[in-house]
């Protein structure tokens, strides 16, 4: 006995192992990601500190500086040591350099032509306009042609071009030019405040309860009572038939629907004869979208709800079914007062399975309508794909790709407890008050 009892947990160390690993892991760091602003632009390491247009913007909108971006964002002519030594590697002239140093060394030029006009009153200023020019620009400070591997490199930067920072715009100016990312709840407040997430949610309900509902669970359990009274091998046979769209590659699937619904394919073809004008009727219109969309993903579910229930149904005592016969009972009786009594576990079971399954699959939506016509068919998984792995823009946004992600995660869990709870999971669950 104390054998068996340390063996248990052994043995389940695999089990728990692989719990840990592929699903406890994953959730956790997911949640860490869900609160970071880790994005394609800043990557997943330590950034950089750079002006760019993005940074001006948040320093003049989020900071209130306007004036201080619209200096950070001008072309600067400061004549310092650094562009002196530009000279001096060019091999310039020395009394045009030591010229330079004693009239003009300290001032600062917010456009070229002034910094140009100041050469040409020097005595010796070269006489070709283009040498004014590359003189000039060897004096050119622009805080915003590279980036910054420091806060204090970027400061020194913009003190040698000639803008004087107090101590809050210097903070300002650091945090709006950080390149990297930084942890946040923003990603929560931005899915609140868009209007489009809304809209995601209700695309979202829609879609997993009408395709639960309707073929889940309610085709499912048809096509298990029917193929339940049909003889065996003609039962057998059929239940073989519903699984041909569970067993054919996504792809192939989805294709075949697309031949149906395309604007030369067999549905159009077919509807020409009544001088219906063809279309594509899987992207026409929202509503010729969503059939498709619940047809597609609803006869492969059903598939697995018809095995399910048809091995439940098997597992009844068959001599139920003969007292029932003797009694006269019809088969809807049967099936009311027989069969559905003991489908609650079953029906609990792919209830909670199939609603997890249908939150967080969107492969067959990818390839079928990819979330359009304009978004109408986009359900919250595959926003989160298209949010953290492919989308138009270019600019993948891992945190909050993470954060819808979590979104589901916890819908799921409270949906799941909900389930538990309708179905009297305590009580399925509960000894038999008799010992067989």
Known sequence: MNKSTSLGPFMLLPALLFVALFFLLPVIMTAIFSFTTMSTATGISGGRYQI????????????????????????RYHIDEFGLNILQARHEKTELIEEIQQKLSGQTFTQRRDIERALRQLNHRPHNVRK???????????????????????LKA?????????????????????????????NYRRMVSLPDTAT?????????????????????????????????RSGAFFRG?????RISPPVLYVLLWKWVAWDTGFLSTLLA???IAPRNWMLNSATSAWVFIILINGFVGASMGMLIFSSAIKA?????????????????????????PQLRWPILFITCYQTLSLLASFDLILLATDGGPGGTTEVWSLKAYHTALNNYAGNLQYGYGAA?????????????????????FDRLVSKPRIEI
């Not at 050119?140 to 910054?148: D, I, P």
Request: aromatic content about 12%; overall charge negative; charged content about 15%.
């Open 316 to 340: 009844i005592p068959q001599t139920q079914f003969w007292a029932s016969d003797v009694d006269g009972a019809s088969r809807w009786q049967q099936i009311r007062y027989i069969i559905l």
């Open 132 to 154: 004014i020019k590359d003189i000039a620009r060897a004096f050119q400070h622009t805080v915003g042609a590279e980036s910054f591997d420091s806060p204090d490199a970027l």
């Open 404 to 424: 819808l992600a979590m979104v589901l995660v916890a819908i799921g869990l409270v949906l799941s407890l909900l389930y538990l709870r309708v179905f009297k």
């Open 241 to 245: 038939l519903w699984l041909l769209p």
């Open 52 to 75: 760019s247009p993005a940074s001006l913007r948040v320093l003049a909108g989020d900071y209130q500086l306007p004036e201080l971006a619209r200096q950070l964002g001008q072309q």
């Open 158 to 186: 913009i003190q040698d071009s000639g803008v004087t920072l107090t101590e809050s715009e210097q903070q300002a100016v650091i945090k709006s030019s950080y390149t990297g990312w930084h942890w946040s709840v923003e």
């Open 200 to 232: 995601t949610l209700f695309n979202t309900l829609i879609y997993v309860l009408f395709t639960l509902m309707l073929f889940n669970l309610g085709f499912a359990l048809c096509l298990a009572l029917t193929t339940h009274y049909l003889p065996p």
């Open 273 to 275: 004869n009544f001088d």
